[in-house]
């Protein structure tokens, strides 16, 4: 399977083999998380646009055909600029692609989103924001600790020796959010 999207042409296989090598002894700092990293913040933009180009959303999930894809940030903004950079003058499914940046009290408004980026955030308002988006179709992404256990849909893992793609398969159906059985091999399920 590929990752293709603008700009970028890898194999999913390589790039995890290429994270094994480079990530080796970043878990001795436990603090880190990939997002910290400038290469851990290109490998969750790369995953973020993969994710936005194959998987498929039911169509209430918009208010109408010409409504844009949104792609939203809460928490820190660490992925702001990469993802503006790789989304800029990009289409999904012929939707117009936007940025957003949700501040922790308007999260209702993150429903409206169809991925939210959750960084940042402590533990109490982190599972407060996967409540308020359970059984919407917004696909939830963080390298928050334990995040896919907890009710999030993709976490970013970093083992210390690689980084793996740990999947919650009941929120994302919870979601109707269809992806490719293929994608659910490379991740782990929650621990």
């Known amino acids: 399977m590929t990752i293709s999207s603008p ?5 999913i296989p390589a790039l995890i083999l290429f994270l094994t090598v480079l990530f080796t002894g970043v878990g001795a700092q436990a603090a880190v998380q990939l997002s910290d990293t400038p290469l851990g913040r290109r490998v969750m933009v790369d995953y973020i646009v993969h994710f936005a180009y194959h998987l498929q959303w039911p169509v209430n999930a918009f208010a109408n055909s010409s409504a844009p894809f949104k792609v939203c940030l809460m928490g820190g ?6 993802l503006a950079a790789r989304f800029k003058n990009q289409r999904i499914d012929g939707r117009n692609v936007e940025l957003e940046k949700i501040e922790v009290k308007e999260m209702l408004r993150a429903r409206k989103c169809q991925i939210v980026v959750l960084s940042t955030l402590d533990r109490p308002t ?6 308020a988006l359970e059984f919407f179709p917004v696909l939830t992404v963080s390298d928050a600790e334990r995040f896919a256990a907890t009710g ?3 976490e970013f893992a970093d083992s210390g020796r690689e980084v793996a793609l740990r999947m919650n398969k009941t929120m994302l159906e919870k979601a109707e959010l269809k992806m490719g059985s293929s994608l659910f091999r490379l991740g782990r399920k929650p621990e």
């Open 77 to 82: 903004d660490s992925l702001g600029e990469p």
């Open 126 to 131: 982190l599972l407060k924001a996967l409540v």
């Open 7 to 11: 700009g970028s042409l890898r194999t």
């Open 152 to 154: 999030g849909m993709i």
